[in-house]
T-cell receptor
Framework: DGGITQSPKYLFRKEGQNVTLSCEQNLNHDAMYWYRQDPGQGLRLIYYSQIVNDFQKGDIAEGYSVSREKKESFPLTVTSAQKNPTAFYLC???????????FGPGTRLTVT | GQNIDQPTEMTATEGAIVQINCTYQTSGFNGLFWYQQHAGEAPTFLSYNVLDGLEEKGRFSSFLSRSKGYSYLLLKELQMKDSASYLCAVRSQAAGNKLTFGGGTRVLVKP
């Protein structure tokens, strides 16, 4: 079955550590996105990539980094520079153009 | 910039109808999406409007007025499983065709 996978579902880290969240899709979508969601709030765009080896900052990119070495994969690194990293992180993908985005199941990151 | 407003919370009775409004301000409007999100889960796509009018899909309908910067999602014959958050998102050419999401409307369906 085609879809988007994110792992792990829950992740716990100590403050000061970098952590990488994985996102893989086998939908053959060109575009991929990372969002952050805080309790009771909407989604905010962190980074997005429309083609391999290219990505752009979203609205809240500070303290995060990404790479897009393969079409299927778009990992997100939450660095120690991110001041409030505890959140629900959602990865999405879409075809190029004005199409809907499909979301992965999300990773809930807790940093203490 | 872009601004998207929707009510924070709504309550309705099983079997009834609920209308969730969404107003937006954006330049280069290129479509409006509605997503459903159950607590702790990923959003799932419900509807897409790019032209004015009503799009009907089973119990769910979505309406768009571009001149008013207004959309609504209509949920009919409410079921308990419809209790979820409903996210309005706007695509803008001026913003590189990215989606900007509203804060979401939490709908609670009571028996």
């Amino acid at each position: 079955d085609g879809g988007i996978t994110q792992s792990p579902k829950y992740l716990f880290r100590k403050e000061g550590q970098n952590v990488t969240l994985s996102c893989e899709q086998n939908l053959n979508h060109d575009a991929m996105y990372w969002y952050r969601q805080d309790p009771g709030q909407g989604l905010r765009l962190i980074y997005y990539s429309q083609i391999v080896n290219d990505f752009q900052k979203g609205d809240i990119a500070e303290g995060y980094s990404v790479s897009r070495e393969k079409k299927e994969s778009f990992p997100l690194t939450v660095t120690s520079a991110q001041k409030n990293p505890t959140a629900f992180y959602l990865c999405a993908s879409s075809k190029q153009g004005a199409y809907e985005q499909y979301f992965g199941p999300g990773t809930r990151l807790t940093v203490t | 910039g872009q601004n998207i407003d929707q009510p924070t919370e709504m309550t309705a009775t099983e079997g009834a109808i609920v209308q969730i409004n969404c107003t937006y301000q954006t330049s280069g409007f290129n479509g409006l999406f509605w997503y459903q999100q159950h607590a702790g889960e990923a959003p799932t796509f419900l509807s897409y409007n790019v032209l004015d009018g009503l799009e009907e899909k089973g119990r769910f309908s979505s309406f768009l007025s571009r001149s008013k910067g207004y959309s609504y999602l209509l949920l009919k014959e409410l079921q308990m499983k419809d209790s979820a958050s409903y996210l309005c998102a706007v695509r803008s050419q001026a913003a590189g065709n990215k989606l900007t999401f509203g804060g979401g409307t939490r709908v609670l369906v009571k028996p």
